[in-house]
């Protein structure tokens, strides 16, 4: 029998990148579980697991633009993407009520979703920031801690036995997050129709308009665009896009056209677009 392939997440089982995985790969997968997204990063890069899920961009709480810079530091490519309606639970063990918590635990992305809620509690709550929303559940769990509640979705509370005493209290009801599935290296991808890449500009007038204008022109839908610093260019940018594209030999042709227009640039992956659920 073959092996599961491994799949790297940030966080512990009952994560929302748990979820992520599965509903990419399918549940007959072995997870790793990471604690941060630079050494889900390092696993792959070094073969140690087959592929990662990594989240991107929240409809909430924006870009995790460090993730784009693992990406380009660990060499990584983006062969799929996920996107998951996430829905906020806050929990405790069984029998604790809402008026016994002194502390509220959660990884910061997921406080910021649930910020609005979080404002809604007495002063003397403390809110703990974390690595991990599942594994602040897990915490709880293991150490009994009956003054404590965790946000985390659904699944990490039915995974730990918890008891969900506040249920979907993220601000915004449509909060979705969007994961890039990645590899060690690019993969040819059936029906692949999108585009993430990276590039730098010559620092003058117009050079941005230029490149938006050339897409523009050949019908490639541009559905994202982030500016980073360049470290050491004062007021330089590398900008992070993403684009839409039906005919693929149309594509291939605007690509060679842009790479003359720019200084650099890196195909961080070609993939296969995915609507939201």
Known sequence: MSELKKIAIQGVAGAFHEVAAWQHFGKNITVVECDTFRILSRKLHRGEVDFALMAIENTIAGTLMPNYSLINEFGLKIVGEVFLHIQMQLMALPGVALEQIQYVHSHPIAIAQCREYLDTLPQSVTVVEKNDTAESAQEIVNKKLMNTAAIAGAQAAGLYGLQIIAPNIHTNKQN????????????????????????????????????LMLFAINGLNLTKIQSVPILGKPYQYSFFIDLEWDDEALYKSVIKRFAEKVTGYTILGEYEKKPLP
């Open 176 to 211: 979705f997050t969007r994961f890039f599935v990645l590899a060690r290296e690019a993969q040819p991808v059936p029906n692949a129709n999108k585009t993430s890449l990276c590039f730098e500009l010559e620092h003058r007038s117009g050079s941005l308009a230029e490149v």
